[in-house]
């Protein structure tokens, strides 16, 4: 099995579906895939009542980091949405090309901060939109 291996991610955004704005000075994501399982009552023929799992809701997260330059990069989508409620459309690729992951995105927060060299740094906490389809290729 070969582990995957690649330079820094990419990450793309757009204000519409297939992203294709490269968001700039980005160095580190972050990826969180969840789910919650639903309880539901299971009936057999022959047996008792169980309960079963079956899969629910799933859910995706993303801390995107970087350095802040809002001017002519897709860092403005980011604000765009955490400001007027934008839509925002997020596709991040952890190689050159593959694997990617592309939802529609909500933007939970933003975190800036200061750093000793003069430059800004900037976190921003996103999360798949309710109800928005995640695409992993």
């Known amino acids: 099995m070969a582990i995957t291996k690649g330079n820094l991610p990419t990450v793309k955004a757009a204000a519409s579906a297939s992203p294709t704005q490269v968001v700039e000075h980005i160095n580190n994501v972050s990826l969180s895939f969840s789910g919650k399982n639903v309880d539901v009552t299971e009936f057999a023929a022959s047996a008792p ?77 996103v999360s798949c939109a309710l109800g928005s389809a995640v695409v992993i290729t």
């Open 49 to 125: 009542v169980y309960i079963a799992r079956a899969p629910g809701i799933k859910d995706v997260k993303a801390t995107i980091s970087g350095f802040l330059e809002k001017a002519a990069t897709g860092q403005a989508f980011f604000w765009a949405n955490m400001v007027s409620d934008t839509a925002l459309y997020v596709k991040i690729l952890l190689t050159a090309t593959t694997p990617a992951v592309e939802f529609a995105a909500v933007v939970d927060g933003i975190d800036i901060k200061d750093t000793p060299d003069g430059y800004v740094e900037v976190t921003y906490n």
